[in-house]
């Protein structure tokens, strides 16, 4: 059950996938957050409020209010939660090409969210980054 933690091997079988639809990242107080009519992809518990990442469809029917829409890309290798540089090599990359990414990592994958509108570049640079490995 334990995760890959050699870089290239990492690098090498990544294999992103990119989710269909948009998704967007918004902040919602307690309250807010047990009215949602929906489960949130994601959780993030801070100071100021919760972070939710919700697709773009749930966000507009339950009127949060955000800011952008996010593709989620899903590095489909498991990868362990103590390997070094797998997420930086992939962040040194997309900063080359001015793509910001805030990178999610759990149990078993790595998950990529980018600007939607980049969405396709991001992915031939992991598919390339990722070849330049084989």
Excluded at 38 to 51: A, K, M, Q, S
Excluded at 74 to 95: C, D, M, Y
Aim: include cysteine; proline fraction near 4%; aromatic fraction near 8%.
């Amino acid at each position: 059950m334990n995760g890959e933690t050699n870089l290239e091997t990492l690098l090498a079988t990544m294999q992103p996938v990119l989710a269909t639809r948009p998704y967007i990242f918004a902040a919602v107080s307690q309250t807010m957050y047990d009215r949602l009519p929906f489960t949130p992809l994601g959780t993030f518990r801070e100071t100021e409020g919760i972070t939710i990442i919700a697709t773009e469809e749930q966000a507009h029917e339950s009127g949060l209010a955000f800011d952008g829409r996010w593709a989620c890309i899903t590095l489909t290798v498991h990868s362990a939660l103590t390997a070094v540089g797998f997420l930086a090599a992939i962040a040194g990359q997309l900063a080359q090409a001015g793509i910001p990414v805030n990178a999610i990592s759990a149990f078993y994958h790595d998950h990529l969210f980018v600007p939607w509108e980049q969405r396709h570049k991001t992915v031939v640079i992991l598919e390339n980054l990722s070849q330049r490995q084989l």
